[in-house]
């Protein structure tokens, strides 16, 4: 069974620093793309970032985290990450890892990103 676990969410005042992990495991295949979205309480889950394979050239950003937040990934490994600096109040948020390719889609169990002072 496919498993996505996310870890590195917490507490961080404005300003700051955050990185988020997922691994997968269970797989014995690599997944086309990895990435990450996030529900805010009220809100519908949006996409934050997603790279496809290794390409760094093959990555998307939410407006919102253009130039501030960094996906990178190891296929090998199945891993992602999503560096986040300068966080905002508004990024404050249930993150979540997705990975999957072509027919077949996995979500993480979400990890808490609280940007508060």
């Known amino acids: 069974q496919v498993q996505l676990v996310e870890s590195g969410g917490g507490l961080v005042q404005p300003g700051g620093s955050l990185r988020l992990s997922c691994s997968a495991s269970?797989?014995?295949?690599?997944?086309?793309?990895m990435g990450w979205y996030r529900q805010a309480p009220g809100k519908e889950r949006e996409q934050v970032a997603t790279?496809?394979?290794?390409?760094?050239?093959?990555?998307y950003y939410a407006d919102s985290v253009k130039g501030r937040f960094t996906i990178s990934r190891d296929s090998a490994k199945n891993t992602v990450s999503l560096q986040m600096n300068s966080l905002k109040p508004d990024d404050t948020a249930v993150y979540y890892c997705?990975?999957?390719?072509?027919?077949?889609?996995?979500w993480g169990q979400g990890t808490q990103v609280t940007v508060s002072s």
């Open positions: 997705n990975g999957g390719g072509l027919g077949y889609d996995y």
């Open positions: 790279i496809i394979d290794n390409n760094t050239d093959g990555t």
């Open positions: 269970g797989s014995d295949f690599t997944f086309h793309f």
